[in-house]
């Protein structure tokens, strides 16, 4: 079964994403730990892109689809912003955004420790970021 | 959605933090969090029974006073965090970085 949730170009929608994401895992039984650790990293993952990827004035929503498969879930989310491969980005050393008071880069830290499986394709119209978590439904 | 409220109890002050802790609300932790450490108060407690979030933005808030926090030798120690929330902080290894009690009766009996 698939869901799909799209999401306005404001840091203050998250909240309705992060709602509908928990409540598709519910409905699958997801635990709460498990359901939170999905939901934060698909909330890290759309807050860069509406911050970064997305010039302020865009229209553009963020898609976000989430398949259940029989072994774990996959979330897909598409963005028509900047291409950013989170794969290829070097995470900071949490001893130095300490030194230099940086409030950013934990959120990719949190995405990779969460995620088992991480694709990420960009084409000329849009770019597709596939997040896979093995649950033992 | 965040709520934060200060109180100065005995000889501390504490910080509630109710709600979400995201991308779009943890500006305002900051901004509440930054007053209290310029306010020069030496004992601060944030109580986080209520919240329900957090996300890297939050704990961002949290990291980036480590450092003037030891510099002003503040006593500086969360408690109440949820399993899901403590969970965040244990990912990156927070727990180790920050003082984190279960809840109020064990900060008060070692401040």
New interface residues.
């Given amino acids: 079964m698939n869901y799909s949730f799209d999401i306005p170009p404001s ?2 929608k ?2 309705q994403m ?1 709602r509908f994401v928990t409540e598709v895992l519910q409905k699958h039984q997801v635990t ?2 498990e359901t ?2 999905m ?2 990293a698909v ?2 993952v759309c ?1 860069n892109i ?2 970064h990827g997305q010039p302020e004035d865009s229209n553009d929503y963020v898609r976000i689809i989430i398949e259940v498969k029989k072994q774990g879930i996959w979330f897909e989310i598409i963005d028509k912003g900047a291409a950013f491969d989170i794969l290829k980005y070097n995470e900071p050393v ?1 001893g130095e ?3 230099s ?7 990719i ?2 995405v990779k ?2 995620m088992d499986e991480i694709k990420f394709k960009s084409s000329k119209n849009q770019n597709s970021l596939r997040l896979y978590k093995k649950v033992d439904f | ?1 965040i709520e934060i409220h200060k109180d100065i109890e005995n000889n501390y002050l504490l910080i509630t933090v109710e709600g ?1 802790a ?3 609300s ?1 500006i305002h932790l ?1 901004n509440s969090i930054k007053e209290s450490i310029e306010e020069d108060h030496k004992i601060i407690l944030v109580d986080c029974t209520k919240l329900n ?1 957090i ?3 939050g ?3 949290f ?6 926090i030891e510099e002003k030798e503040i006593n500086f120690i969360l408690f109440g965090l949820s ?2 929330v403590m ?2 902080f244990n ?3 927070l727990d180790q ?1 920050l003082t984190i009690k279960s809840n109020k009766e064990e900060v008060l009996a070692g401040i």
Avoid: F, T
Avoid at chain 1, 101 to 107: F, H, L, R, S, Y
Avoid at chain 2, 63 to 68: N, T, V
């Fill in positions: 840091k203050d998250l909240r992060r709460e730990l939170n650790m939901v934060l909330d890290e807050a509406i911050i949490l955004l300490i030194k008071k940086q409030k950013g880069g934990m959120g830290m949190l420790k969460i | 959605m979400e995201d991308a779009s943890a900051d979030y996300s890297s933005a704990l961002g808030v990291m980036s006073h480590i450092g003037e399993e899901k969970n965040v990912m990156l290894g970085l």
